[in-house]
Structure formats: structure tokens, C-alpha cells
């Protein structure tokens, strides 16, 4: 007999108890759990059990194999009915045999207890009135019930329960106090901001504030899965705002449906513990990065690009690195394109996002957590980087908010030649940023590397530190940003060509 079955039929105890004798056992134990003719109140005529058989039966399994490990039973089994069942028949039937008797009591009642929590079973209870309802669990019963009791659709709904996270060490009653003390301010309520405004909801931060001036369309579903379809046309911001209600009621959430700018940037932000940017454009990164700066307010940073994306925690102090230490060009929006239009596979924000969420809590805790580095996540290749980002000497965020100058260092990021060819004369080996589309279109008139700007970023391990590179890109602005930022990485040697492609004098 397998250790957990559905039976269409009767279940007969006497047939159950005698599959699990066993002359080493001094103790059996058995439960039935019977149909009655009532549930909170209401007299029920008969029942009805559905189960997703493939899925519970794995679960039952399961559940006894973990008694018999847990309480050294030398048997057990479990039975279910499905179908339609009347008040006074068997709905489940558990059994334990074991050398003694407390073990055999103590798996069988594991074993029940689990079930109910456990395995994917709906009861549809028929009711004296002709009502019925489907449940699924001894909570969900009382919800039901609710519901009926008060003709409505609201349920009652359990509190929060964080036990899952309080059991952590790292976190406990004293951690989940400092969430619930804590505030964050999502700038961004789409592919990133999703995950982040569900983990922080859920983790039961006390204030969550949503900053997001776009209505859903149905292009963001299959990346920002929290939304529904008919949610269509709404504001995101509020949207988001009851989700999070619904998910977390104690949690109080802002909504602001409006975009994130300089003239409201800091009125915004203002009383916020930490800032998570989940926004899809440079600007409001760099505006963001320079609140980080002028008001010593944390933000956490996610882009997200195609199949890469990258993770940066901005301090807002003078030691550490910001944003324009790494990417040094405040112009520069099309370096990175957005979800529009570069495309991108839903789960892929969605990891950024978690990501962004879990350091947000590691923070908020006081756990160690990214700095000075940028985390690039390859989810082609799965592998991930961890670039030392430096405190640049001549940052202009840094220098706007009075900062001690650091020590210059010397050489222009960008170097015209007319031809490539100067450039191969002039010691410089040659590589293309621009991706493969741009590169079948225009090739390069010289040998080249190919490392496309993302690629770039993750591979400047790879590159020489003592040679001279020139990054070439189509109008020089992407291969600037790049070189600025291998600069920073230590590879002294890198410069970007002016202008590009588009400068070069034509050999026509
Ligand atoms: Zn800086």
C-alpha cells in the first residue's frame, strides 16, 4: 500500500489498520477524521473532496515518510476521500504502528496536521439552505464562513504572521521592530519596483512610499506579474499602493502618481530610511544619485539590460563611490537602453528587483551588504561580477556637495583621430562596444575586439591593465561612459575615440 492514497470509495478502517500490522510493534495508533453536520455554525448536509491528486499525493507521501523519520514509526499510512461524501463517513484515515505507543500517537497526529496544512485538498460544503461553498484549509473554513455569515465578499482576513523571518537569527523580534520602525521610498512601481514593493510589503517595513507617473499597459504584464489585465489604463502608483494594502495591511504605504524630478525630488524623499531606484532611465538615476549625495541618503541602484543587469548601493557619503565616480556623463540615457526598447524576459527585472529588495533589507537590519562595488549578473551565462567601484577624483556629485578634492588623475577620456589607422599608429588596440545589429550594419574599417559595452563591464577583468585601448562606439558617447568606467576599474590605458564612428574622416 503507498503511503498516502485517494480512495473514490468508502475508506474501511479495519482493511487500513491491518495493512500496517507488524509483530515488533507494540503500539498502534490510528485517527479518523468524519463528516459532521456542522461547520461554524452552519448545519452542512454533505461534503464534497477535490484534490490535485499528482501533486498531493507526492505531498502525503511526503508528510509520512517525515513522521516515520521524525518518530522512529516502523509504519504509517494515510487515506484520503475525494468524491462525494454524507455526514458520519471517513474523510481521512491516518495510522502509525510503532514499538511503543507515544511514537505511533505522535506520528499520527504529525501526520494529520500536516495534511491539513499541506496537501492541495478543496472541500465544497453543502449547507442546510442550499448554499455551498469550496474550502481548502481550517483557515480558509473560517473565512468562508465569514463571509457567508456577513453577506459579503470581505473576508476576515489572519494578521501578518512574519514568524517565517522573525526565526532567523539575523533577525528576530528586535530585526522585525526595526522593520516595522523602518521607511523606503520606490521610485519606479514596474519591472524592478514589483518585486521590491512585494518583498518590503511582505517583509512588514512600516512605510513604504511608491513614486511612478505611468498607467499599465498590457507590454508591462509579462515582467510586472503583480498587475492584472483588467488593471489596464490605471495609475501604477496606486495600483501598487493596493497591492500592497492587500498584502501587508500594516504596512502604511504613499502613492505618488507623479514623476520623480528635480523640483520634487527632495520633498519626496524626504524622512525616508532608504531609497530603492527602480527606475528605467539614466536621469532619474543621476538625480537620484545626487539627492544620494546632497541630502546623505542611501539609494539602492538597478539596471537591468536585455539578459544583464547591475546592482550599485550609493551611501551618500564623501568616501564612498556614487554613480557619476563609475559613469561620469549625466547625458548619456541611450548607454543603457530601456525594457522598450532593447526587450527583455519578465523574470530578468525580476531578479534585479529581488535583489534590490534583499539588499534593502540587509540594510534596514544592519546586515552586511554591497559597497563600493558594482554587481553585474549575467542571466545568460548565470555568472556574476563584483567590480570594486572607486571614489572617482574628480566626480562632479561628489565635488557639488563640497567633498575634499581627491587626486586628479591625469589624461582626457576621449582622443580624436581622423582615421582608425592614426589610432593603430599611435599604439591603441581597437574595441568595438557597439552590438552585434550596429556592427553588421556598419562594420568596423579596422581589427578590432568586440566587446559590446555590457560585455565590456564584465570582462574588464579580462583586459590588459598596461595596454592602451581605444573603445569605439558609433557617436563616441557609449564608448566614453565605458572607458571612464575601466578607467575607474584601474585600466589606466583606456580612452574612448571622439565622436565615433560618425567622426572619422571618410577614406571617399
Ligand atoms: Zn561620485
Not at 100 to 105: L, N, Q, V
Not at 237 to 256: F, S
Request: charged share 20%; proline share 5%.
Amino acid at each position: 500500500m503507498s503511503p498516502f492514497r485517494f480512495s473514490e470509495s468508502a475508506l474501511d478502517p479495519a482493511v487500513l489498520s491491518s495493512a500496517l500490522a507488524d509483530d515488533s510493534c507494540g503500539g498502534f495508533a490510528a485517527f479518523e477524521g468524519w463528516v459532521r453536520n456542522h461547520n461554524e455554525g452552519h448545519a452542512v448536509t454533505r461534503l464534497e473532496y477535490e484534490a490535485f491528486t499528482e501533486l498531493a499525493e507526492k505531498e502525503g507521501a511526503r508528510i509520512v515518510a517525515e513522521a516515520q523519520a521524525r518518530f522512529g514509526v516502523t509504519r504509517a499510512a494515510c487515506a484520503h476521500r475525494v468524491g462525494s461524501l454524507a455526514i458520519g463517513d471517513v474523510a481521512v484515515w491516518v495510522g502509525a504502528s510503532a514499538a511503543h505507543r507515544d511514537e505511533a500517537f505522535r506520528a499520527c497526529r504529525y501526520i494529520i496536521d500536516e495534511v491539513k496544512h499541506r496537501v492541495p485538498i478543496w472541500k465544497k460544503e453543502h449547507y442546510v439552505n442550499g448554499d455551498s461553498g469550496w474550502v481548502n484549509c481550517e483557515r480558509c473554513a473560517a473565512q468562508a464562513h465569514d463571509r457567508h455569515a456577513h453577506h459579503d465578499h470581505s473576508p476576515a482576513a489572519p494578521a501578518p504572521d512574519y514568524s517565517r523571518q522573525t526565526a532567523l537569527r539575523e533577525v528576530g523580534i528586535e530585526g522585525q521592530a526595526r522593520l516595522r520602525a523602518a521607511s523606503v521610498l520606490v521610485v519606479g512601481a514596474g519591472g524592478l519596483g514589483v518585486p521590491v514593493l512585494q518583498y518590503l510589503a511582505g517583509a512588514g517595513v512600516g512605510r513604504l512610499g511608491v513614486v511612478d507617473a505611468d498607467r499599465l499597459e498590457p507590454s508591462n504584464l509579462h515582467r510586472q506579474t503583480w498587475y492584472s489585465l483588467a488593471d489596464c489604463g490605471r495609475e501604477k502608483a496606486a495600483l501598487a499602493a493596493a497591492r500592497v494594502n492587500g498584502l501587508n495591511p500594516e504596512v502604511r504605504v504613499d502613492a505618488h502618481a507623479v514623476r520623480f524630478e528635480h523640483a520634487n525630488a527632495e520633498a519626496l524623499s524626504k524622512g525616508y530610511d532608504l531609497i530603492v531606484d527602480c527606475s528605467d532611465n539614466f536621469t532619474t538615476k543621476f538625480l537620484l544619485n545626487d539627492l544620494a549625495l546632497r541630502a546623505r541618503r542611501p539609494v539602492l541602484f538597478a539596471s537591468v539590460y536585455q539578459y544583464e543587469g547591475q546592482l550599485q548601493f550609493v551611501r551618500g557619503d564623501d568616501a564612498s563611490a556614487c554613480l557619476r565616480c563609475v559613469w561620469p556623463d549625466a547625458t548619456r540615457d541611450g548607454l543603457v537602453g530601456n525594457c522598450a526598447e532593447a526587450g527583455v524576459l519578465g523574470p530578468v527585472p525580476g531578479v534585479f528587483g529581488s535583489l534590490q529588495a534583499l539588499e534593502a533589507l540587509k540594510f534596514l537590519l544592519g546586515l552586511p551588504g554591497l559597497a563600493n562595488e558594482v554587481l553585474i549578473f549575467d542571466l545568460i551565462t548565470l555568472s556574476t561580477q563584483r567590480l570594486r567601484a572607486r571614489r572617482a577624483p574628480d566626480c562632479a556629485a561628489h565635488r557639488a556637495t563640497g567633498s575634499p578634492p581627491m587626486p586628479v588623475d591625469a589624461g582626457a577620456d576621449e582622443i580624436p583621430f581622423a582615421t582608425l589607422a592614426d589610432a593603430l599608429a599611435a599604439g591603441f588596440t581597437l574595441i568595438d562596444v557597439r552590438d552585434a545589429r550596429e556592427r553588421l550594419a556598419e562594420p568596423m574599417p579596422a581589427p578590432s575586439l568586440h566587446l559590446p559595452v555590457q560585455k565590456l563591464l564584465s570582462e574588464a577583468a579580462a583586459l590588459d591593465a598596461d595596454a592602451h585601448y581605444l573603445l569605439v562606439c558609433a557617436t563616441g558617447r557609449r564608448s566614453t561612459a565605458a572607458s571612464g568606467l575601466l578607467r575607474s576599474q584601474g585600466l589606466r590605458g583606456c580612452r574612448s575615440l571622439r565622436g565615433g564612428l560618425k567622426g572619422l574622416k571618410t577614406s571617399a
